[in-house]
């Protein structure tokens, strides 16, 4: 475990499931509960069965992803640089109208578009836009969340450092003020996520 930090939930799930980057590409997942959680379900009598549990070749992968992971200290990376971009972000807020909340936790991250930062009317169509130009100007893959479709998801990998998130800004800062201004927002389309 790890302190919690000011701001963050006081939550402690009974169940934690991993899936996909778990096993680095290969078919591998797993459930990481308490012990009390783990024998209230075996007393039940229902035996788990999976045709595809237990493979030496993804489970060795499993491992293999959970020693990189301690190592080379991602998760201290992913606070740290997270930590890093979120500033970067909300320095970016005070330098243009379009950003609304910026929040995240690690490299997990949300930016808010909006039309009007004091009715916080919704950028849907400018986050389609920004999420596409993003891609297609600078290499960078985000992703677009939210109620209204306007929260510019960031999600790199783990690996993501201090340069990665200031290129990062830096192209979204591009974006903003140049390309933005003088897009015509009716040829825009939804960007599937």
Avoid: Q
Wanted: glycine share 12%; with cysteine; hydrophobic share 40%.
């Amino acid at each position: 475990g790890r302190r919690r930090e000011e701001g963050e939930a006081a939550v402690v799930p009974d169940i934690v499931t991993v899936g996909k980057p778990f096993g680095n590409g290969l078919p591998l997942a797993a459930v990481v509960t308490s012990r009390d959680v783990a024998g209230s379900f075996e007393s039940t009598g229902v035996e788990y069965f999976n045709t595809f549990a237990g493979s030496p070749a993804c489970c060795a992968a499993g491992l293999a992803v959970l020693h990189v992971l301690e190592r080379e200290r991602l998760r201290e990376n992913a606070a740290e640089v997270g930590g890093h971009l979120l500033g970067l972000l909300s320095d970016l807020k005070s330098r243009t109208p379009w950003l609304g909340d910026v929040r995240g936790s690690g490299l997990f991250v949300g930016v808010e578009l909006v039309r009007d930062g004091t009715t916080r009317e919704p950028a849907t169509a400018e986050a389609s836009f920004v999420c596409s130009a993003l891609k297609e100007r600078h290499g960078i893959l985000t992703s677009i969340d939210g109620p209204d479709d306007s929260v510019i998801v960031v999600k790199p990998p783990m690996v993501f450092g201090r340069g990665d998130a200031e290129r990062f800004v830096s192209c979204l800062e591009r974006v903003l003020v140049d390309d933005l201004p003088a897009a015509s927002m009716d040829r825009v389309g939804r960007t599937p996520t």
